[in-house]
């Protein structure tokens, strides 16, 4: 279970995990005017458009903001919607579902299912919205291969799609900040960094795949503080799965992310990985997986579900 790999105490001898290669994302269903690359450059995951969002986002509703995304606004959705639970997407062919999740369930902590809904269905009872239009860009894939990052997927909506909702870190850091523990991301108003591990996650069936990380840099006295907030959120990746040494994990540049956008780790501070729900899509690349459909990385599916319906 990557839980227990990707501990501080992690033996170096393990099997690494593959990590695939792809090349560059083509991206003619997002706007091109005031974007800008986020993520490792020749990175095959790095590409997203972000753009400012406009009013105070954090005071929308979920349907308000999934409105929002359906009329065009690109922009990763840390600190949308006070209060209310965001979710990674992963849409899979029907014949694959089982596969998938029972890779959720050999990988519950970067993989925790929240919503799965019938083949074809483009909603579900957490998001009433439309999956195919309301979250804010999509990335589609082809033989495991990101082929194209896209503002909505209705042309390439498959009717044996199958869409899982996994549990997002973003669910906590209301939690975290309450806490005293500061949200850097949130402070600069950028995408939170993700990096792809050297991690195995357990295999099912035809789904293997490296673990994928989101990392916060916290002040060294407030590292027990954000272990013990965020683990009473285990549904939504829980406490950390690392601390401190990014090169433990295989990760070898923290300026550097896979995914999203870099931030500074201050002195006096540790960098707190926690398990992501981009785990999956990894997994599709790196199993050559025919069709799916995921979102960018960090522009989240946003539920009709309170954060604190996942605290325990």
């Known amino acids: 279970m990557p839980t227990r790999r990707a501990s501080a105490q992690v033996n ?14 083509r991206s003619p269903g997002l706007p091109q005017g005031n974007a800008w ?46 209060g209310w639970t965001q979710a990674n997407l992963i849409a899979v062919p029907s014949g694959l579902r089982y596969e998938l999740l029972l890779f959720a369930q050999l990988n519950p902590q970067a993989c925790p299912v929240l919503d799965v809904g019938e083949p074809g269905a483009w909603s579900t009872p957490l998001f009433p919205g439309d999956l195919r239009t309301d979250l804010p860009g999509y990335r589609l894939y082809r033989d495991g291969r990101p082929v194209a990052d896209l503002g909505d997927v209705r042309e390439e909506w498959r009717d044996d799609l199958v869409p899982f909702l ?23 108003g950028t995408n939170v960094p993700m990096y792809v591990t050297d991690v195995p996650c357990s295999a099912a069936g035809s789904l293997s795949g490296p673990l994928v990380v989101s990392m916060r840099p916290v002040p060294e006295a407030l590292v027990a503080t954000a272990v013990e907030v965020s683990g009473r959120y285990p549904m939504v990746h829980g406490a950390p799965v690392h601390t401190g040494d990014p090169a433990a994990i295989g990760i070898a540049d923290l300026a550097r992310p896979d995914f999203g956008d870099p931030v ?9 990985f926690w398990a992501c729900g981009v785990t999956p899509q990894a997994a599709v690349m790196a199993s050559g997986v025919e069709y799916a459909i ?15 319906d996942y605290r325990v």
């Not at 170096?12 to 994302?25: D, K, L």
């Not at 500074?264 to 707190?272: F, I, K, Q």
């Not at 995921?294 to 604190?308: E, K, S, T, V, Y």
């Open 12 to 25: 170096r001898a393990r099997p690494q995990a593959r990590r695939p290669a792809f090349p560059q994302v």
């Open 37 to 82: 690359w986020t993520g490792r450059q020749g990175s095959p995951y790095c590409r997203s458009v972000h753009y400012s969002p406009r009013g105070n986002v954090a005071d929308l509703s979920p349907a308000r903001a999934r409105e929002r995304f359906r009329a065009g606004e690109r922009v990763p959705t840390a600190g949308w919607c006070r």
């Open 166 to 188: 996994i549990g997002c870190s973003f669910t906590f850091e209301a939690a975290l900040l309450a806490a005293g523990v500061p949200v850097r991301h949130l402070e600069l």
């Open 264 to 272: 500074e780790v201050r002195a006096g501070e540790v960098p707190l």
């Open 294 to 308: 995921g979102h960018l990385p960090g522009h989240m599916a946003i539920l009709d579900a309170r954060d604190d």
